[in-house]
């Protein structure tokens, strides 16, 4: 497609719960990206991928932060034990060639745990 | 690590005023990027600026890259309500790699 789709745009998760987001990179992108931007407007980068092989990864929390990007699937991240502090827009990004290229951003996952 | 600093970090001007956001690196830069993102919105790519002292415009909005290439500005010409919004400079990160790090954003209120 010609858009980063990203899904669900809301989610709601009680604190502990799990929750999983989805992006769709543009066609033909190499690079995903997840950025995560709390209320203070700044982006946080969590991971990026080269096609299903992480790339960078030293902006996720590992212990209850994991992402995939699996052929023919839409990337995932994924939380377990969600905590409070996780609540925050997360964005997916995809660019053609990685360095230095431009990305382009999906309209992001609104997660909120209570 | 890169890190870039963007200044002010709000910006509440009247309907036709100017506006001009600023984003200085301690280091040299290879390339800085701009985007936009509307309240509720999703960041949007402005332009790149590569070239030493480069300025380009579109429209309203001027943008500038720096000799040292070490500080952007983005400038605004006679606002309107539709260029409300918080911009953000960004530059790759040239270690690890493909990855953009964020300035901290302005974000511009206008009052009509």
């Known amino acids: 497609g010609e858009e980063v789709a990203q899904t669900p745009k809301h989610l709601v998760r009680g604190e502990g719960q799990k929750a999983k987001l989805y992006c769709a990179p543009i066609?033909?992108?190499?690079?995903v990206f997840w950025y995560q931007q709390v209320l203070k407007n700044e982006f946080k980068f969590l991971i990026s991928?080269?096609?299903?092989?992480?790339?960078?990864e030293t902006g996720m929390p590992k212990e209850r932060f994991s992402a995939k990007c699996l052929p023919n699937s839409p990337c995932s991240l994924e939380i377990q034990a969600t905590k409070l502090e996780d609540s925050a827009v997360y964005f997916c990004?995809?660019?053609?060639?990685?360095?230095?290229?431009?990305?382009?951003f999906g309209e992001g996952s609104w997660l909120t745990v209570v | 690590g890169q890190q870039v600093m963007q200044i002010p970090q709000y910006q509440h001007v009247q309907e036709g005023e100017d506006f001009t956001t600023y984003c200085n690196s301690s280091?040299?830069?290879?390339?800085i990027q701009w985007y936009k993102q509307r309240p509720g919105g999703h960041p949007v790519f402005l332009i790149q600026?590569?070239?030493?002292?480069e300025v380009k415009k579109q429209k309203r909005l001027t943008f500038q890259f720096g000799e040292a290439k070490k500080n952007s500005s983005l400038h605004i010409t006679a606002t309107q309500t539709t260029d409300v919004g918080t911009y953000f400079c960004?530059?790759?990160?040239?270690?690890?790699?493909?990855?953009?790090?964020f300035g901290q954003g302005t974000r511009l209120t206008i009052n009509p």
């Open positions: 991928f080269q096609n299903e092989n992480v790339f960078d």
């Open positions: 600026l590569v070239k030493s002292g």
């Open positions: 960004a530059v790759p990160l040239i270690q690890g790699a493909q990855k953009l790090v």
């Open positions: 280091t040299t830069l290879s390339n």
């Open positions: 990004a995809s660019s053609q060639t990685g360095y230095g290229n431009t990305i382009y």
């Open positions: 066609k033909g992108h190499s690079y």
